[in-house]
């Protein structure tokens, strides 16, 4: 299926719509911003998707989007229509950030106007059929992410270098979050510093082609260290230690020392 008849929208009533793993749906109806009652929207899986319907903004009720599509026609991707939508909680999956060309900050600061977003669980998507050079891969600026307290961050694409903008020791805007993956990423290292999140218990580095370090500089007293529980690495193949520069190899501690960690997982 790759429509939904657009008089799903006569359902003025529906508060409910489950449309798990609709590998073919590409679009939503047209009216879909008609559903006023609308409260959960489960598009988990559906990876073709194209874009979403316009003026989505006008589900006032809706708590639940699982998945929302950026859209190429729009330099801010239709952003604002999502930050419009103040019930939302749980979890979000924002597809094809790589055709966000454009933040405008003083809109998002006037949108959210000092409210929190409630989502807990989020994850970034960029499309994977685009290669480095070829677009911009934008993170969501520190505007934006200072609205969320995410538990979980999974981001599957991203293109950049690293992730030092987010992640340095004056971030404050991840202090919630307890489990970050990353996949299918190009970064040839996490931060400059080690100065992932003070309160992670779960880290996962899954198929990252360049990674090579998780942290250029060494600081074996980061926070993280005493509270990582479960640490996965798979298909890093260029990945040769955890710090970049090791101030001295000599020295028995120069390895990260994890203390309350249950499992480390390494796949080839």
């Not at 988990?44 to 006032?60: I, R, V």
Request: charged letters at 25%; hydrophobic letters at 35%; glycine letters at 2%.
């Amino acid at each position: 299926m790759e429509k939904l008849p657009n008089n799903i929208t006569k359902l003025s009533k529906l508060q409910t719509l489950k449309l798990f793993c609709c590998y073919s749906l590409e679009e939503l109806p047209k009216d879909f911003r008609k559903l006023h009652q609308l409260k959960h929207l489960d598009m988990e899986g559906c990876l073709s998707l194209t874009l979403m319907p316009q003026q989505m903004s006008e589900l006032t009720s809706l708590q639940t989007l699982s998945a929302f599509v950026a859209n190429k026609n729009d330099p801010m991707g239709g952003l604002e229509e999502l930050l419009k939508l103040n019930e939302l909680r749980r979890h979000l999956e924002i597809l094809y950030l790589d055709r966000v060309k454009l933040f405008d900050e003083s809109k998002i600061n006037e949108l959210l106007e000092g409210r929190q977003i409630r989502v807990q669980d989020l994850t970034l998507r960029w499309d994977p059929k685009i290669g480095q050079g070829e677009s911009e891969h934008h993170l969501l600026p520190y505007c934006l992410m200072s609205h969320f307290e995410l538990q979980v961050l999974i981001l599957v694409g991203y293109r950049g270098p690293d992730l030092s903008s987010w992640f340095n020791s004056t971030s404050i805007q991840f202090e919630h979050l307890v489990k970050l993956s990353l996949q299918d990423c190009q970064c040839k290292y996490i931060s400059q510093e080690d100065a992932l999140p003070r309160q992670l218990k779960t880290l996962e580095l899954i198929r990252l082609d360049s990674l090579e370090c998780v942290a250029q500089n060494c600081d074996k007293d980061a926070a993280f260290y005493k509270t990582l529980m479960d640490l996965t690495v798979s298909d890093c193949p260029k990945l040769n230690s955890w710090w970049q520069e090791e101030k001295d190899v000599s020295d028995s501690h120069s390895s990260p020392r994890f203390q309350n960690y249950m499992s480390i997982t390494a796949l080839s």
